[in-house]
C-alpha cells in the first residue's frame, strides 16, 4: 500500500461541535469507539483522519438515536437520511431531487428551515436557522450545507461548483476550513445562512442508481463530506502529481511543475486560485494528511515519516506538524487510539438501518 493514500483529515472544531449535545460524560467513550483520544480536544489546531470523524458522527447517532446531533428540538432518527436520499434519488432531474432533499429534511426539523430560490442564472439554497445557542446554531448549519451540497454532488456525479456562501454568523476561527468544504467566496453576518451555484445545474441528469445509492449510504456519513472533486481540476492533478513525487523520493518544485506542464507560473497560480487553493496549501495539506495517517497506523518513526514526506531535517517536520495540528508529532502518536477498524458499526437496539448523517 501507498504511504501516501488519497485521504483527509477533518479539523478538531468539528469533533468538539459533535459533542456538544452529549453528557460530557459519554465523551470518553464515543471518541474512543471512534479512535479518538480525548487529549486531542484540547489542542486547537488538531486534526483527525476522515475515517474517525466519520465513525464519530455514527456513535453520537447511535447514542442520541439523532442524525443531527441533537441539535434541533426534534430529533432526526436514525434511518430518516436513508429515506430522504431514496426520495431524491427518483427525481426527474438534479432540482426536482434537491427540491425532495429540502422538503425532506424541513419536515424532519422544527428549529431550522430550508428553501431553494432561483434568481435569474443562481440558484440559492437557504437555511433559516432558530436555533438559540449560538456554538450550535452554527454547527447546525455547517452540517446542512455539508449535507445539502453532499448529497447534490453525489446526485450529480461530480461536485456542484459553489459560487458563493453566506453565514448568519461571525467569521469563526475555523474559517478557512470553509474555503476548503464549500468555495472561496464566503460572508459572514449574513441575514441568512445560503449556498448559491449556477441555476443550469438544476436541470442536469441524475447519475445515480439503486445500487450505487447503496454502495452511498453504506459508507455514510463520509460520502457525504467528502464531496465529488473534479478529477481533471488542477488542483486535483497538482495533488496526483505531488503524491507521485513524494512516493519517488523527490517532491516536486513549483518552477519544476510549471516546466512540466509547459505553463506559466502566472497562469498555474491562477487556475489554482480559481478553484480556491494555491501550491503551498495542497503541498502542506498533502505532507500534513499522510504524517496524520502515518502515525495514526504507527510502526514507522518520526525520523522515518519526516524523510518520507520531503523534509531535509526531522527537527523542520516536527516544527511543520506543530504548526499544522498544534502538538508534536510524538506527542499526536501518543494520544490517538489504534484505528485499525475506525468505520465499524455496532447496531443500534430496535433500528434495522446504520445511523448515516
Not at 450505487?212 to 453504506?218: D, E, G, K, P, V
Request: aromatic content about 8%; some cysteine; hydrophobic content about 45%.
Amino acid at each position: 500500500m501507498s504511504a501516501f493514500p488519497e485521504k483527509d483529515t477533518v479539523a478538531m472544531h468539528f469533533v468538539r461541535a459533535a459533542l456538544l449535545r452529549l453528557e460530557p460524560g459519554a465523551w470518553p467513550r464515543l471518541l474512543a469507539q471512534a479512535g479518538i483520544a480525548e487529549e486531542l480536544l484540547r489542542a486547537p489546531q488538531g486534526r483527525v483522519t476522515a475515517d474517525a470523524f466519520a465513525a464519530l458522527w455514527l456513535a453520537v447517532a447511535r447514542e442520541l438515536d439523532d442524525e443531527f446531533f441533537g441539535l434541533d428540538r426534534r430529533r432526526m432518527k436514525v434511518g430518516t437520511f436513508g429515506l430522504i436520499v431514496r426520495a431524491s434519488l427518483h427525481a426527474r432531474d438534479l432540482g426536482h431531487a434537491l427540491q425532495r432533499l429540502l422538503h425532506g429534511l424541513a419536515v424532519v426539523f422544527d428549529d431550522v428551515a430550508l428553501g431553494l430560490q432561483v434568481r435569474q442564472r443562481q440558484a440559492v439554497v437557504r437555511i433559516d436557522n432558530r436555533i438559540t445557542e449560538p456554538e450550535a446554531r452554527r454547527f447546525a448549519d455547517e452540517t446542512l450545507l455539508v449535507i445539502v451540497h453532499g448529497v447534490l454532488c453525489w446526485l450529480a456525479g461530480r461536485r456542484v461548483p459553489l459560487q458563493a456562501v453566506a453565514f448568519a454568523h461571525p467569521a469563526p476561527e475555523h474559517a478557512d476550513e470553509y474555503r476548503a468544504m464549500f468555495c472561496r467566496q464566503l460572508l459572514f453576518d449574513a441575514p441568512i445562512t445560503a449556498m448559491v451555484f449556477d441555476a443550469r445545474m438544476l436541470k442536469a441528469a441524475i447519475r445515480q442508481t439503486e445500487a450505487t445509492m447503496r454502495a452511498f449510504l453504506q459508507v455514510a456519513p463520509r460520502s457525504v463530506f467528502l464531496k465529488y472533486r473534479n478529477p481533471d481540476g488542477w488542483s486535483a492533478r497538482l495533488r496526483r502529481r505531488l503524491r507521485a513525487g513524494l512516493e519517488q523520493g523527490a517532491l516536486p518544485s513549483f518552477k519544476a511543475i510549471v516546466r512540466e506542464w509547459h505553463v506559466a507560473p502566472t497562469t498555474m497560480r491562477r487556475r489554482l486560485e480559481a478553484e480556491g487553493t494555491t501550491f503551498q496549501t495542497i503541498k502542506d495539506e498533502l505532507r500534513r494528511d499522510s504524517a496524520i495517517h502515518q502515525l495514526t497506523a504507527g510502526g514507522r518513526s518520526v525520523n522515518a515519516i519526516a524523510v518520507d514526506l520531503g523534509f531535509r531535517e526531522p527537527s523542520a517536520f516536527r516544527r511543520a506538524f506543530r504548526r499544522w495540528t498544534g502538538v508534536q508529532p510524538l506527542a499526536y502518536r501518543g494520544t490517538v487510539s489504534d484505528p485499525a477498524t475506525p468505520l465499524r458499526r455496532r447496531p443500534a437496539t430496535g433500528h434495522q438501518e446504520q445511523p448515516t448523517p
